[in-house]
């Protein structure tokens, strides 16, 4: 055969943007949920999909069908056709969900809705919108949800950062944002995670508003409310939308729902916004299945399960911020504890002893923990103001007891005398890079 000499060159013919893309790394990538680990690293509802399925439990395609009690409807003969394009019917779902009149008297309505596949489909999709590849930007608040940035580097987007002030739990500073805001007028969207990832602290509303009242800025203000349903009644925000042109709030089925398998985000916005993101949005990007699911989880009864599940995971929370700290070695819980998971300090020696947080102790008991005792946490000490910080998401009782009793295990027996292991300075700095860059 005739040999050929391709012209063709990835490295010029790709845009340079994306070779310049670190690979994406998520929580499944070190730790596999193959039954023999704990997992407390993702954010998931440990207690399982906030479904009602009777007294039968059942599973498989009778379960999916309706049948023994189960409640949710799948159409497995019609999967030759393609699904509702629109979804009416899960928006105003979504919508009896969130009218709760707790900031304001207007109703939301179906068209004050887009739908994706799970939050980070809207995050892109906003991106999209309202971004100029190679021109606008975007303002995060670090520490905070890594793939806001990821998605704006794939769009050719940069990011502009105002950290949250780590001396006062991790709130927001709206004047430092206001003040970027009206020095750069390329910023076109500013993304804000109430309650925070990794920091389990809700957002002031009224600094909330403080930004959407700035006085000269032209863009739009986006709420990630992924971990809502874990704060206080009445904490949600999507309703407020119905108030402000330009406000966005975010919510996934993922976490306090145990949906995340079937990845289905929302964007509570203006009508005017919602139909820009909805002409933008692949044909058909919601799976009959998925969509069915998700009705099924927004009905009395499996609302009620969901809840059921949360007043267990709530108890456990609670449970954590009273029995972690007097295990020696640990610190400080940072943040707020109106999430899912907590943030909590791992400290170089015993707290009587001066302790001080320590990215090399941590990084050491996240290992030990995954490696030798199958149970995977998420170290974040390389992010803004969480210098030695482990994130845990809370379990079961059994996963709880476990987590506690393992930990308890590797921070006694010469663990602070050996500073957690033998590694080099080197190996340290790696160690952490390679732990702290998971996006979860």
């Known amino acids: 055969m005739k040999t050929f000499s391709s012209p063709f060159d990835l490295s010029t013919c790709a845009r340079p943007n994306i070779l310049r893309l670190q690979p994406y790394r998520c929580a499944r990538d070190d730790y596999k949920d193959d039954g023999s680990n704990i997992l407390l690293d993702a954010n998931e509802n440990a207690y399982g999909p906030g479904l009602e399925f009777g007294d039968h439990a059942a599973q498989g395609n009778d379960a999916m069908n309706g049948r023994q009690g189960a409640q949710v409807e799948v159409d497995f003969l019609g999967l030759h056709r393609y699904p509702d394009p629109h979804q009416l019917e899960l928006k105003e779902l979504f919508c009896a969900l969130r009218n709760t009149h707790v900031h304001t008297s207007r109703e939301l309505r179906p068209e004050n809705l887009f739908v994706g596949v799970g939050s980070d489909e809207v995050i892109d999709a906003l991106l999209r919108c309202f971004c100029t590849p190679g021109h606008d930007k975007i303002l995060t608040c670090p520490p905070t949800y890594g793939m806001y940035a990821i998605s704006a580097q794939v769009n050719d987007i940069d990011t502009v950062q105002v950290p949250l002030d780590t001396a006062s739990a991790f709130a927001l500073r709206p004047a430092a944002i206001n003040q970027a805001l009206a020095s750069d007028p390329s910023i076109k969207l500013v993304y804000i995670c109430s309650p925070g990832n990794p920091t389990a602290s809700l957002i002031s509303k009224a600094d909330i508003q403080h930004v959407l009242e700035h006085p000269t800025w032209n863009g739009v203000v986006v709420v990630d409310e992924a971990y809502i349903d874990f704060a206080p009644d009445g904490s949600s925000l999507a309703e407020w939308v119905t108030e402000w042109p330009n406000l966005v709030v975010m919510q996934t089925l993922s976490k306090a729902f145990g949906l995340a398998g079937i990845r289905l985000g929302t964007a509570f916005t203006s009508p005017e916004i919602a139909v820009l993101l909805n002409n933008l949005r692949a044909p058909y990007n919601i799976s009959s299945p998925t969509s069915a699911v998700a009705r099924a989880a927004l009905q009395p009864k499996s609302?009620?399960?969901?809840?059921?599940?949360?007043?267990?995971?709530?108890?456990?929370?609670?449970?954590?911020?009273?029995?972690?700290?007097?295990?020696?070695?640990?610190?400080?819980?940072?943040?707020?504890?109106?999430?899912?998971?907590?943030?909590?300090?791992?400290?170089?020696?015993?707290?009587?002893?001066?302790?001080?947080?320590?990215?090399?102790?941590?990084?050491?008991?996240?290992?030990?923990?995954?490696?030798?005792?199958?149970?995977?946490?998420?170290?974040?000490?390389?992010?803004?103001?969480?210098?030695?910080?482990?994130?845990?998401?809370?379990?079961?009782?059994?996963?709880?007891?476990?987590?506690?009793?393992?930990?308890?295990?590797?921070?006694?027996?010469?663990?602070?005398?050996?500073?957690?292991?033998?590694?080099?300075?080197?190996?340290?700095?790696?160690?952490?890079?390679?732990?702290?860059?998971?996006i979860a």
């Open 303 to 438: 609302l009620a399960v969901m809840r059921s599940k949360r007043a267990k995971i709530l108890k456990e929370r609670d449970r954590m911020l009273h029995e972690l700290p007097q295990v020696p070695g640990i610190g400080r819980f940072l943040g707020g504890a109106d999430a899912n998971f907590l943030l909590v300090e791992i400290l170089d020696q015993r707290r009587e002893h001066g302790g001080r947080p320590s990215n090399r102790m941590a990084v050491a008991l996240y290992q030990s923990l995954a490696e030798e005792r199958g149970v995977v946490v998420r170290f974040r000490g390389k992010e803004v103001g969480c210098d030695g910080c482990l994130r845990i998401t809370v379990g079961t009782t059994e996963e709880v007891d476990r987590f506690l009793q393992e930990t308890r295990k590797v921070l006694a027996g010469g663990f602070f005398q050996r500073g957690g292991g033998a590694k080099t300075p080197r190996d340290d700095g790696e160690n952490e890079t390679a732990a702290n860059d998971v």
